[in-house]
């Protein structure tokens, strides 16, 4: 008897144990996973070395306030009454600052002799734009004070309120996704097994491993909002094939009269190797995730990764002792197969495959250039989707006063002549349209005595001086990296580069396109070869190795090159992380189905082997196919934050295009390459063809 038999034999002898242990830890793990902290702000996941996360220390030792990050409009005002609300929003819990027109001119003498491009940044039309500085901490509760304090007078835009609505709606949006997935992964399994009962059971186990995954989170300190909201949506979709591999098998065994122990100690052991191997290329593919510098990428690859072994080790242990204690069940609720024979699909393919695997390779190559031209965006502007009210109020707001974002430029204190130098080069910048600083609100002449304690610290913190810029331009984009490289060149003309800090949403954004661009080429070759070295293992097979990763690596060029050819920006983060999830998640179906294949090429030509391939593998590649895009289509169109929402519709399309690569080109590609394939693989013996 092998080690896994007498381990599958353990298992099922001590079910009982089995499924205390499960419960436990499971019960447990949902208690601590209200525990688990979620961070919203992107900007804490730069690597330590990048300029913004220096910047951003830099402020927290020295300023006591948040940069600004709130924009409030408030339409049909006066002067008087605007320096009211401003002094009303200055009381306001958790705000710690707010600046407007007052700040830079004097508003007591006629605006017609001030500069009209700066009494318009702020005041325009009759309305006011404010710009405030909101406290962090108990974000939701301080956004939602300042919505009710505004009413239908005005609307909000900004960092703060783009993170507050991501905060808010994350929590609230991810049981309504489950809501969702749950009855449509159902009945997709209702019609792939054989039993009533068999899905629930599916569900039992994969909620086990959810629960589990979810609350051992709490080890790490704290998770992303991307990976809070699409972990576990995502690890039941991509795990829930290795219970139906699982039973799929036992049912087999069982149909040979197998005593039911037996035929599910077996089944335990046969179906191992295929789901270790489906199990171990998903676990690299998210793994592979931590080397991004961007550290979104290793958090939700650590959790991901963590998330597929647990559902490995809950189908390998908990899924059998749960069939088996309830085997009677499961007998009486038996029904015969819902869906329909592949037969006539298979000919059909196997006719076709040829020209179509040529096709859709030529297609490949427009498909990889076009993913890789994509229009993208970087930072926190892609939370907000085109319906959300975030994204509303912040046009209303640009339709007035156009396009704006604040930086905050620290320069070393001390020389007043250089900081108001500085300020008056900063102000001749094409984009910038006002600066707030020491300097020019008070004066070089006035001595630093005559302020009040709380002006002073606004601007001073005895190291550093502070000074905030205005700038027109969107938070990214070509004219807004161009606004941060001209301030970074003229701050570089007066102080050396590591004497002063540079930070605001468009500089964030500009370092996040740096990190992000850079990661790139590193995590796709990475993944490439570790996916490629398990199926090299597994097929031992050079050949098959690349046409596997050829086919699903080319259904991810396809997928991600949609937003190219149909002119709409793609959320960076979302095509990076789904560039190795698509690839990790579905390149399963490719190893089921090639595994099949050489099986079958054994006693059959090329094509009887393709063609029954198809038919036997059809059913078992669609089901988690059609799990994984219900379980990105509903992320797609429950989430209302862009990212997230974006990224499930994106990974929804790519599981249908995995599983069309697989089904329909995959098998021309193995008839095409098949001379190569006996010729790179070790210990073949192929039915020669017949020829003529």
Known sequence: MSNLEKIADTILRQKNVVLIVFLLVALVCAALMSLVNI?????????????????????????????????????????????????????????????WLDDVIDVYKPLEIEDSATVEAWYKDGGALFSVSVNKDH????????????????????????????????????????LFVVPLVLIILLFSTSSWFEPVLFLITIGAAI??????????????????????????????????????????????????????????????SSISASAMTTILSFLVLALMRFKIGPDMGMVLAK??????????????????????????????????????????????????????????????????????????????SADSQAKIDMDKINSVFGESVQMVLLVPEGDIVKETQLGSALEQLENVTSVVSYSHMVGAQI??????????????????????????????????????????????????????????????????????????????IAVILAIGLVLLLTFRSPSIAIVLLLAIKGATWLNLSIPYFAGYPLNYLGYQIISSVQLGATVDYGILFAQQYTWNRKIMDKRSAAGRTISDTAASILTPASILTIAGLMLGLVSSNGIISQMGAILGRGAMLSAGMVLLVLPGMLILFDKIIQKTTVKTAHKEEIEG
Not at 151 to 168: I, K, T
Not at 247 to 257: T, V, Y
Request: charged fraction near 20%.
């Open 39 to 99: 961070n919203y702000k992107l900007s804490d996941y730069l690597p330590e070395d990048n300029p913004s996360t220096t910047a951003l220390q830099v402020i927290d030792e020295n300023f006591d306030e948040e940069i600004p990050n709130l924009s409030i409009f408030i339409e049909d005002i006066s002067i008087p009454e605007a320096l009211q609300i401003k002094e009303q929003i200055k009381e306001m819990n958790g705000v710690e600052s707010v600046l």
């Open 139 to 178: 974000l939701v509760e301080h956004i939602d004070s300042l919505t009710e304090f505004v009413g239908e007078r005005g609307v909000m835009a900004g960092e703060a309120f783009n993170q507050a609505m991501a905060q808010s709606s994350t929590m609230e949006e991810i049981p309504k996704i489950i």
């Open 211 to 272: 629960l589990i995954n979810e609350g051992t989170n709490i080890f790490l300190g704290e998770v992303s909002f991307v990976t809070r909201s699409t972990s576990s949506i995502l690890q039941l979709a991509v795990s829930m094939d290795y219970a139906v591999f699982l039973l799929h098998s036992f049912a087999r065994l069982r149909k040979k009269n197998v005593n039911i122990q037996q035929a599910m100690s077996k089944a335990m052991v046969q179906s191992f």
């Open 307 to 384: 998330g597929v072994l647990t559902s490995f080790i809950s189908v390998m242990v908990l899924l059998p002792v749960l069939v088996i204690s309830t085997s009677g069940l499961m007998d009486r609720t038996h029904h015969r197969p819902l869906l329909p024979s592949f037969e006539k699909f298979s000919r059909v393919v196997v006719r076709l495959c040829i020209p179509l695997s040529i096709i859709v390779m030529i297609i490949m190559v427009p498909g990889y250039l076009g993913q890789k031209n994509n229009q993208f965006i970087y930072g926190s502007s892609g939370m907000n």
């Open 447 to 524: 001595p630093e005595d005559f302020l009040a304690a709380d002006q002073l610290a606004h601007f001073r913190s005895g190291q550093y001086s502070r000074l905030i810029l205005y700038v027109n331009t969107s938070d990214e984009g070509e004219d807004a990296f161009r606004a941060v490289e001209a301030v970074r060149e003229t701050a570089k003309n007066y102080y050396w580069e590591e004497d002063y800090h540079l930070v605001g949403q468009s500089v964030v954004n500009y370092d996040l396109k740096d990190t992000i661009v850079k990661d790139n080429q590193v995590v796709s």
